[in-house]
């Protein structure tokens, strides 16, 4: 398949991601390659698949940082609750 434009490529990206184009492109231009004037948008695309969340696997935000674990506060808290449920339960001891 012939590769499209940038646009299209955004725009397909922003489709199957179930993303706003607009998203897509401010996600994009702080990418360096992309000023380079390759099509980074698959990239960019697998890069934000592999990134979920570390409580309930959903995948983050796409404006998430890049030091963020996990989708919001609540599994945030959640993962650290477990976390600590597990240190205190007698049957580790
Ligand atoms: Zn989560």
């Given amino acids: 398949m012939e590769r499209g434009t940038k646009t299209e490529q955004v725009e397909e990206a922003a489709a199957y991601l179930g993303l706003s184009g607009r998203t897509i492109w401010r996600r994009l231009a702080a990418l360096p390659e992309w000023h380079d004037g390759e099509y980074v948008v698959d990239d960019l695309v697998d ?3 592999e990134r979920t969340c570390g409580y309930c696997g959903n995948p983050l ?6 030091r963020r ?18 240190q205190d339960s007698p049957a580790a001891a």
């Fill in 47 to 49: 890069s934000i698949e």
């Fill in 61 to 66: 935000p796409i404006t998430a940082s890049a």
């Fill in 69 to 86: 674990a996990y989708c919001d506060d609540i599994c945030r808290q959640y993962a650290r609750r477990r976390r600590l449920a597990r």
